[in-house]
T-cell receptor, first 116, second 111 residues
């Protein structure tokens, strides 16, 4: 089954404690991205990757890091989480990232992160 | 990043009613997508439109891309409780790798 798998689904952590949210896709997609979803603000892209070892900033990259060492995996790293990073996070993958039919994004089920 | 305005923000209707959701911008987009998101899940693609004036139908859902590719609408005929969810539009400016998402329309269809 084609899918994007995120882990964990829920995470409560304390300010400053480094954490990683994993994301894996089994569709051989080149383009992967991370979003955060906040009430009233919608989905905002954090980082994206066009292929292995190629990553770039989205709209809200501050406080986040990513890596793309393998095509299927795209982890999101919070080196020093702060309460304003409390949010619902989604990983997504698609064939391409420039829009059009090949940019159909397959989303993971989300990770609800709370930073206290 | 381009601005994408969705309206209405909330919609609560009875089963069988029709509704239209709008996605508007002052910018021109190369393509636009509509997604539906259910509670606790990630968004799922409904349709992609790329040509100005394009109309696509998906059962009771009709999607239209404006002639100038600055706006889009989603019309649902005879809404059902299963249509309940958050509807999101997402659009790409030409050559951009960063899509702009609207803030979403939360639809509740009461039996």
């Amino acid at each position: 089954e084609a899918q994007v798998t995120q882990n964990p689904r829920y995470l409560i952590t304390v300010t400053g404690k480094k954490l990683t949210v994993t994301c894996s896709q089994n569709m051989n997609h080149e383009y992967m991205s991370w979003y955060r979803q906040d009430p009233g603000l919608g989905l905002r892209q954090i980082y994206y990757s066009m292929n292995v070892e190629v990553t770039d900033k989205g709209d809200v990259p501050e406080g986040y890091k990513v890596s793309r060492k393998e095509k299927r995996n795209f982890p999101l790293i919070l080196e020093s989480p702060s309460p304003n990073q409390t949010s619902l996070y989604f990983c997504a993958s698609s064939l391409s990232g420039t829009g059009g039919p090949v940019a159909e994004a397959f989303f993971g089920q989300g990770t609800r992160l709370t930073v206290v | 990043t381009q601005l994408l305005e969705q309206s209405p923000q909330f919609l609560s209707i009875q089963e069988g009613e029709n509704l239209t959701v709008y996605c508007n911008s002052s910018s021109v987009f190369s393509s636009l997508q509509w997604y539906r998101q259910e509670p606790g899940e990630g968004p799922v693609l409904l349709v992609t439109v790329v040509t100005g004036g394009e109309v696509k139908k998906l059962k009771r859902l009709t999607f239209q891309f404006g002639d100038a590719r600055k706006d889009s609408s989603l019309h649902i005929t005879a809404a059902q409780p299963g249509d309940t969810g958050l509807y999101l539009c997402a659009a790409w400016a030409g050559g951009s790798y960063i899509p702009t998402f609207g803030r979403g329309t939360s639809l509740i269809v009461h039996p």
